[in-house]
């Protein structure tokens, strides 16, 4: 998903299968306004949650968006 789409979106939900740093039974929920980042387990269980300040909020999208071998597949 270009960075320009995700920037139109208040919350993202990053599938295990789109972001190489989850395993396959967990996805990501991210709150883009309040800057919260959530981990879910399946069934949609809160693993762990956290609200971050703006540049490592921007950082963790940084690492999320990355095309090297850590950052999210593109679909």
């Known amino acids: 998903m270009p960075l320009a789409q995700l920037a139109k979106e208040e919350i993202i939900h990053v599938p ?3 972001c190489h740093l989850l395993a396959p039974e967990y996805s990501l929920i991210l709150h883009l306004t309040e800057r919260i980042a959530s981990l879910l387990a399946q069934p949609h269980r809160v693993i762990a949650q956290g ?3 703006r540049d ?3 950082a963790l999208g940084l690492l999320l968006l990355a095309e090297g ?3 999210m ?3």
Do not use: L, N, W
């Open 16 to 18: 295990a299968r789109q």
């Open 51 to 53: 609200r971050f300040p």
């Open 56 to 58: 490592a909020f921007r």
């Open 69 to 71: 071998g850590s950052g």
């Open 73 to 75: 597949r593109s679909c």
